[in-house]
């Protein structure tokens, strides 16, 4: 039984979708849960009289930060902006080089650039898509200043090793768990990993605020620098500290941080929910040949992915994944590739050259990211759905040509 399933209580099944429902004729990727509890809240908020005073916002830092199991907690407006703001915090920029891995959806590591640092891109882990700790140290230079490693659809990274690295060549250790909340790696939640974390409350997430992002930290100098740097505040007016940073107007709305609240509350309920779903497929999955349940590495007690991935064989390109999903998509299924690498991207290839990127300069996040294949993954999905995304996509791999090779 996979761990997902052995999760989930008897009482959760009460709740689950039932399976005599009709199939709809469109399954969406992600399709946020929303309950009464956030219709009402949002309703609190918007005839409170105030919608940016900061009270929802100081609420859902507090809780959040409590759940996370860190001291500070900073609310901000994406998950690309608590990483710029954490990257200024430190005082990374012009001059710096940031090890960072090319692979994501969110792609958080797009901050380096806008922070004018340079990303120096990492090749990743085969089997769980994380940064590779072996191939970061091979980069590590006298310019490095951090590492930014990623928690990739749920899977927590090597963060033993990279935390060695770390400490041995006196670099900060930054996590990205964008794609992850309440992953459990060795008894530790993610985001208690780096020196400084960062979350994102956006689509294809668990946890959804619509857009908004959060950096939690012990650090409470470092917490004090990126309040003053997310937005200044009426009781900013007449500090000293005016005169001395510029604000990036990138506060959280209360209507974001209230929306995040209640989902906060909820998560418990969301993620068994979301849980019987990944046991609806890897019963589906295990019961064809060659086709397996997603790759869990060692120490990874818990894995909370944002969609359900599979990983295609190596007869297989990146046409043929995207033939795949064309034809899941005309059987009503939203399917999806993982993201577009950075090192594959014009703007990397133009500001890194042939060395930094490039389809040759990541091997292994190249073969990855051209097979790897995002099924729906929300509460609606009921165990006829899952049974049906799986035969067709069984179908879908026949009609390429490559037959049932699917493997991850």
């Known amino acids: ?35 009464g509890a956030e219709v009402e809240i949002l309703g609190r908020v918007l005839s409170s009289g105030g919608l940016s005073d900061g009270r929802m916002v100081r609420a859902f830092e507090s809780a959040f930060a409590a759940y996370v ?43 380096v650039a806008l922070a004018g640092a340079t990303p120096v891109l990492v090749d990743i882990d085969y089997w769980q898509h ?53 992953s459990v790696y060795k008894g530790r939640m993610v985001g208690t990993f780096g020196d400084a974390a960062v979350f994102d409350f956006s689509e294809p997430g668990v946890l959804l605020a619509g857009e908004g992002g959060m950096i939690v930290t012990d650090d409470g100098d470092l917490a004090h620098r990126l309040r003053y740097m997310r937005r200044r505040e009426t009781e900013h007016r007449n500090t000293v500290v005016i005169t001395r940073t510029l604000p990036w107007q990138a506060g959280m709305s209360d209507l974001n941080a209230a929306l995040a609240l209640v989902q906060l509350k909820r ?16 019963a589906a999955m295990a019961s064809f040949e060659g086709i397996k349940p997603p790759y869990r590495g060692p120490g990874a007690e818990v894995v909370n992915p944002m969609v359900y991935c599979v990983h295609l064989g190596t ?20 399917a999806s590739d993982y993201g577009q690498p950075l090192h594959t991207q014009q703007y990397y290839i133009e500001r890194l050259g042939n060395q ?25 999905i ?12 069984k179908d879908s791999s026949v009609n390429t040509g490559a037959g049932a090779a699917i493997y991850l």
């Open 69 to 111: 199991g860190r001291a500070h907690a900073v609310a901000v407006s994406s998950g690309t902006a608590a990483t710029l703001l954490m990257l200024k915090g430190y005082g990374i920029g012009e001059g710096d080089e940031v090890l960072c891995s090319p692979f994501g959806w969110h792609q958080v590591q797009h901050a």
């Open 382 to 393: 009921t165990r006829d759905q899952v049974a049906f995304i799986v035969e067709t996509l």
């Open 1 to 35: 039984m996979s761990s997902a399933a052995a999760a989930i209580e008897p009482d959760a099944l009460s709740d689950a979708p039932s399976d005599d429902d009709a199939l709809d004729d469109y399954i969406p990727l992600t399709d946020p849960d929303i309950s």
């Open 315 to 334: 007869r297989f390109t990146a046409s043929g994944r995207r033939s795949i999903i064309e034809d899941l998509d005309t059987h009503d299924v939203d």
């Open 267 to 282: 998560l418990p309920e969301i993620l068994t929910r979301r849980n019987l779903v990944i046991a609806y497929y890897d």
């Open 130 to 182: 994380t940064i590779s700790p072996e191939k970061a140290a091979s980069l590590v230079s006298a310019k490095t200043k951090a590492i930014l490693a990623g928690n990739v659809n749920g899977h927590p990274a090597h963060w033993d090793e990279l935390r060695a690295l770390a400490d041995a060549k006196g670099l900060i250790l930054l996590e990205d768990s964008s794609e992850a909340i309440g």
């Open 356 to 380: 930094g990127a490039g389809r040759h300069a990541c091997p292994v996040c190249t073969k990855t990211a051209d097979r790897v294949l995002a099924l729906p993954l929300h509460r609606k």
